[in-house]
C-alpha cells in the first residue's frame, strides 16, 4: 500500500522539530521495542557509570505497552514501514540516553513516557481486513505526528539544556508543553477510536445505520471562525478620560504577548457607577488587534449569560440548526469546546493559552476568580472635571469652566456614570457649567425626602434624570413607568401591544399601534433610567404598574392549572420573549421589596413561567420560580395551587429525588377532588403523577394500583391524554421484569399506532422521544439488541434536535453508549460518555448524569488498560454520589447505585 502524502509531512515536521540531522541519523537505527531494550541493555552494561539510571531497563517495556501497540498499528496499516516506526522507537532511545545522564529528571522522564503511552487509542483487534479509510488514515496521523513531534522537541531540549542548572530553569515550561501534548493527544486518540469502530460499522451498515449517521453529526471537527471576531456590545466612547495607570496594568496582566503557564486574568472590583464597564470597555477596543477573537458576555444571571452565549454562538458560527441557535445549552457547550479547541489568540479563553477581564462589585469575587485584581475608586478632582468638559464638549475650556467642573465632580462625589450623565444633560439642553449646579440642587431638595439611608449614590444619579422627566407628557410617562419593570434589553413590541389587551383604559395606548408609531421590533432601556423612574413612584403607583406588568407578561404562557394539557411547544417562542422580564421582576420583588397588589395573579404568572422552565429542563430556575409562586399565593385550594405543587414535585422526581415529591403530589390530589367531580379525567394527572413517583422508590404494587385507577378515568371520559397513561403503565411493567406485556401495553397508545418510527418523531412532541426511549429498553430486555440500539439512537437524535443538550438528551446518550459498549464499540461508547460529561457540566441540574457517566467511563478505562483514567474518573464519580446521596456513600460501586441519581424514565 502506498504511503498517503500526510505521513510524509508528518516527518517532515519532526525533522524541523528535531532541529539536528546528526540526532535524525541516530533515531533511525531503531525500529522496534525489542530493538529498544537491546540497545539500552548494551548501553547499560557498555558505560554503567554514564548510564546509571537504566540499570533496571527491563521495567520499562510495561511502561510502552500501548506505544508498541500503536506500532502495531502502524505496521498493519502500512507495512511496518521502518522510517514511520524509528521514529518512535528511535526517539525513545535518544531521550532516554540524554535523560540517564541526568538523574535528577529520569525519572520525569520515564514517567511522561509512560502517560504518553496510555493517551494513545485503545484499538483492540488490529486486523489485516480493516479497511483505511481517509478518515481513519488522518485520525492515525494526527496522534503520531502529535507524538513523534513531542518525541523531538524533547530531544532538542536536552540538547540545548545539557547542564542541570540551565535545565532546571526551563523544565516548568516543558512539563507545561507535555501537558498540552498529552492533552490533545487524548483528543485525538479518542478521534482515532472512534473512527477505528466506524469503519467496523460500515461492514453491517445495515444494522448500524443511525449509530453511523448519529456520530457522523456528532463529529467534533475544530470549528474556524472568520479571521477575527468580537462581540463587544457597546461602541468606543470617544469621550473616556483619564484612568491611564489601570489601562497600563490590565495590559500588563493580560497582554497576550507574554508567555505564562497558567490563565492571565484580571478582576476590576468597585462600587456601582465608578467605571469599571467603560474602563473594560476602553481596553477591549485598544486591545482588540492584539487578539483574534474578544467575547463579551453579560453576567448578571443566569438568563443573560445564557443568552451572551447563544450570541457568541451564532458570531462564531458554531451552531449548525435553528433549534440550536434556540438552545442556550447547545450554545454553551459548542462556546465551552471551542474554547477548549482553539488556537486563536482569545480574550475569555477555555485554556492557558489567553486572557480573562472580569469586572464586579464583589471582592470575594475578584479573589477567588481572577489572578490579578485592582480596586477602582472614584476620579480625583482633575479627572473628573476633565471627563465632565469632555462628554460636554468643551474644547478649550477657561478657567471659569474648569471652576465649575471641578465643583461639580466635587457634588458627584467622582462617579463617572453622574459625570457622564451630567455632561450629556447639559449638552442636550445647552447649558452652561455654571446652570448645572443650581438646577441640580432645586430637583435634589425636591426628591431629596424620598431618598433611602445610605444611598448617597443612587440619589445623586436619580436626580440627575429627574430633571428630564419633568417634561414628558403623560403617555410618554406612563410607558417610561411600565418599562421600568421590565429587562432591559430586548423588550418585545408584541409584550406590549398583545400583552396589554383588557388592562383597562389607562394602558389603551399600548395596544394601539398608531401610538407605537415608529417603536422597532424591540426596545431597550437605561438601567439607570429605569432606576430614577421607579424612584419617583409612590407605593401605590408601584404597584400598580407592577400588576400591569404581571398581567401583559402573562400573555406570553400557557395555562397549566385548569386543564392536563402538556407539553406546549408551540407556544416556546413566545414564552422565550417574556422569560428574561419575569426573571427580573421577580428580581425586584425579592432585592426591592416590590409587592402584587393583586399577589394571585402574580403567582399564576410565576406559575405559568415554572412551567415553562421545567419543560425546557431549565430545573433549578424552575425550582426557584415554583417555590416563590407556592409562599405568594394567597389562596392555597384552588387547582392554580395544585398545579404548583404538582410542578414542584415533578421537578424534584426529574432530579431523581422520588420521595420528596409523593407529599406535593398527594397534596395536588386532594385539592383537585375537592374542587372537581370523581369523574373528571384531570384527577387521573394527579393519580399519574402519583405513580410515577411510588415507581422510582420501588412500590411497584402501588404504583400499578393507581395507574390502572388513572387509565379507567381517562378511558371513561374519552381522554385524549389516554396515551400518556399507556405509556407510563408500560414503562411500570417494563420495571416490573414484563416487557412482552410492557411491549402490549405501549401499543394501545392511540398516538403510536403501527410503531413505525415515524409515528413517534412525527408528532414533534418531546414525550414521544421518551416512548421511543421506552420501547428501546423493551427490545433490550428482549434481546433484540440490534433494534433497541436503532430506537435507541433515533431518540437521541431527535432529543437533540428539539430539546437541545438538557438531561433527556444526556439520558439517551447513556443509553446508546451502553449498548455500544456491548458491541466492543468502546471507541464511540468513550466519545458518546464524554458527550456527556462536557454537557451536564454546563447544567446546574447535571450532576448526576455527570456522576453515572463518569462511573461507565471508569469501567471501560479500566477494562482497556488505562488505569490512571479509570481512577480519575472513579473518584469524581464517587465524590458526585457522596454530595448528592450521602446515605449511597457506601454503596457497592455499580451500576444500580449510580442509576439511583438518575431517573428510571425521563419522559
Not at 623 to 630: D, E, R, Y
Request: contains cysteine; glycine residues 4%; aromatic residues 8%.
Amino acid at each position: 500500500m502506498d504511503k498517503n502524502p500526510l505521513w510524509a509531512q508528518a516527518l517532515d515536521k519532526y525533522r524541523d522539530e528535531l532541529q539536528g540531522s546528526e540526532d535524525y541519523a541516530k533515531v533511525q537505527q531503531v525500529h522496534s521495542l525489542e530493538e529498544l531494550l537491546s540497545s539500552l541493555s548494551a548501553l547499560t552494561a557498555a558505560t554503567p557509570g554514564t548510564a546509571s539510571g537504566l540499570t533496571s531497563v527491563t521495567k520499562l517495556a510495561p511502561r510502552l505497552k500501548f506505544v508498541d501497540d500503536f506500532a502495531a498499528v502502524l505496521a498493519v496499516c502500512f507495512g511496518a514501514d521502518a522510517t514511520l516506526t524509528a521514529a518512535v522507537w528511535g526517539s525513545i532511545r535518544l531521550i532516554l540516553t540524554h535523560a540517564s545522564n541526568a538523574a535528577e529528571t529520569l525519572q520525569d522522564v520515564l514517567d511522561m513516557l509512560e502517560e504518553l503511552s496510555l493517551t494513545l487509542p485503545r484499538l483492540q483487534v488490529y486486523e489485516q481486513t480493516l479497511p483505511l479509510n481517509r478518515q481513519l488514515q488522518k485520525a492515525l496521523v494526527d496522534v503520531y505526528c502529535e507524538i513523534i513531534c513531542f518525541y523531538a522537541r524533547t530531544i532538542h531540549f536536552f540538547s540545548v539544556h545539557p547542564h542541570p542548572v540551565l535545565r532546571k530553569h526551563a523544565w516548568v515550561d516543558f512539563r507545561n508543553d507535555f501537558a498540552r501534548t498529552t492533552l490533545r493527544i487524548k483528543r485525538m486518540s479518542s478521534t482515532v477510536e472512534s473512527q477505528a469502530d466506524i469503519v467496523r460499522m460500515q461492514k453491517d451498515e445495515a444494522r448500524f445505520k443511525e449509530v453511523l449517521e448519529l456520530l457522523s453529526s456528532m463529529k467534533h471537527t475544530e470549528s474556524h471562525p472568520q479571521t477575527r471576531y468580537n462581540n463587544i456590545p457597546f461602541p468606543s466612547n470617544p469621550k473616556f478620560s483619564g484612568r491611564k495607570d489601570v489601562l497600563e496594568l490590565v495590559h500588563q496582566a493580560l497582554d497576550p504577548q507574554t508567555i505564562s503557564s497558567s490563565l492571565k486574568s484580571m478582576a476590576l472590583f468597585g462600587l456601582g457607577g465608578v467605571g469599571k464597564t467603560q474602563i473594560a470597555l476602553q481596553y477591549a477596543y485598544q486591545a482588540v488587534d492584539q487578539f483574534d477573537v474578544v467575547l463579551w458576555v453579560a453576567a448578571e444571571n443566569e438568563i443573560s449569560i445564557s443568552q451572551s452565549f447563544c450570541a457568541i454562538a451564532v458570531g462564531l458560527e458554531l451552531l449548525r440548526t435553528n433549534d440550536e441557535t434556540k438552545d442556550s445549552a447547545a450554545a454553551m457547550l459548542k462556546v465551552k469546546n471551542w474554547l477548549v479547541t482553539t488556537r486563536a489568540t482569545c480574550l475569555i479563553p477555555g485554556a492557558a493559552d489567553g486572557s480573562v477581564l472580569l469586572t464586579t462589585r464583589d471582592l470575594a469575587v475578584s479573589t477567588t476568580i481572577a489572578t490579578d485584581r485592582f480596586q477602582v475608586d472614584a476620579l480625583s478632582d482633575e479627572e473628573g472635571s476633565n471627563m465632565l468638559l469632555r462628554a460636554m464638549g468643551t474644547g478649550d475650556p477657561s478657567s471659569s469652566d474648569t471652576e465649575h467642573a471641578t465643583a461639580i465632580t466635587r457634588v458627584f462625589g467622582g462617579l463617572p456614570l453622574a459625570l457622564a450623565q451630567v455632561g450629556g444633560f447639559a449638552s442636550l439642553r445647552n447649558l452652561s457649567l455654571q446652570d448645572v449646579l443650581p438646577l441640580y440642587e432645586r430637583y435634589s431638595a425636591k426628591i431629596d425626602t424620598r431618598k433611602a439611608p445610605g444611598t448617597d449614590y443612587d440619589h445623586t444619579l436619580s436626580t440627575v434624570w429627574n430633571v428630564s422627566f419633568e417634561k414628558l407628557t403623560k403617555t410618554s410617562t406612563s410607558l417610561l413607568y411600565l418599562l421600568s419593570f421590565f429587562e432591559p434589553e430586548n423588550i418585545s413590541e408584541d409584550i406590549l401591544l398583545k400583552g396589554s389587551l383588557r388592562l383597562g383604559d389607562e394602558f389603551e395606548f399600548l395596544s394601539d399601534e398608531l401610538d407605537l408609531a415608529g417603536v422597532t421590533t424591540t426596545l431597550t432601556i437605561h438601567r439607570l433610567v429605569q432606576f430614577a423612574a421607579r424612584k419617583r413612584l409612590s407605593e401605590s403607583e408601584r404597584v400598580k404598574y407592577f400588576d400591569a406588568v404581571v398581567h401583559m407578561l402573562c400573555w406570553g404562557f400557557p395555562d397549566h392549572s385548569s386543564t392536563d394539557i402538556g407539553h406546549q411547544i408551540a407556544a416556546w417562542t413566545r414564552c422565550e420573549k417574556c422569560l428574561p422580564h419575569v426573571n427580573y421582576l421577580t428580581e425586584l420583588a425579592i432585592r426591592q421589596k416590590y409587592s402584587a397588589g393583586d399577589q394571585q395573579k402574580y403567582a399564576d404568572l410565576l406559575l405559568r413561567c415554572s412551567w415553562y422552565l421545567y419543560e425546557r429542563e431549565m430545573y433549578i430556575l424552575a425550582k426557584k420560580m415554583v417555590t416563590q409562586a407556592l409562599t405568594t399565593f394567597t389562596d392555597r385550594t384552588t387547582l392554580a395551587y395544585a398545579s404548583a405543587l404538582d410542578l414542584g414535585g415533578l421537578i424534584d422526581l426529574d432530579l431523581a429525588h422520588p420521595t420528596l415529591a409523593l407529599e406535593p403530589f398527594t397534596q395536588a390530589l386532594k385539592i383537585r377532588k375537592a374542587h372537581l367531580p370523581p369523574t373528571d379525567p384531570f384527577l387521573a394527572y394527579s393519580l399519574n403523577n402519583l405513580s410515577l413517583a411510588h415507581t422510582e422508590t420501588g412500590a411497584l404494587t402501588v404504583a400499578h394500583a393507581l395507574h390502572e385507577e388513572a387509565i379507567a378515568l381517562r378511558l371513561a371520559a374519552n381522554s385524549t391524554r389516554i396515551g400518556n397513561s399507556y405509556s407510563n403503565m408500560s414503562s411500570l411493567l417494563l420495571r416490573m421484569g414484563q416487557p412482552d406485556e410492557a411491549e402490549e401495553m405501549l401499543a394501545r397508545c392511540p398516538s403510536l399506532k403501527d410503531f413505525t418510527d415515524e409515528t413517534f418523531l412525527a408528532t414533534g412532541n418531546p414525550r414521544f422521544s421518551g416512548d421511543m426511549v421506552l420501547l428501546s429498553r423493551i427490545r433490550l430486555a428482549q434481546g433484540r439488541r440490534g433494534e433497541a440500539l436503532r430506537l435507541a439512537t433515533k431518540a437521541l437524535a431527535f432529543r437533540r434536535g428539539l430539546l437541545g443538550n438538557r438531561l433527556k438528551t444526556c439520558d439517551s446518550l447513556y443509553d446508546v453508549a451502553g449498548m455500544l459498549w456491548e458491541e466492543r464499540k468502546g471507541g464511540s461508547a468513550v466519545q458518546l460518555l464524554e458527550e456527556i460529561v462536557s454537557i451536564s457540566e454546563t447544567l446546574a441540574e447535571g450532576e448526576g448524569q455527570l456522576a453515572r457517566a463518569l462511573y461507565k467511563l471508569s469501567l471501560i478505562h479500566a477494562e482497556r488498560g488505562v488505569h490512571a483514567e479509570s481512577a480519575t474518573c472513579k473518584g469524581i464519580a464517587l465524590a458526585l454520589l457522596a454530595k448528592l446521596r450521602p446515605e449511597l456513600r457506601d454503596a457497592p460501586f455499580e451500576e444500580a447505585t449510580f442509576s439511583e441519581l438518575c431517573l428510571w424514565m425521563l419522559w
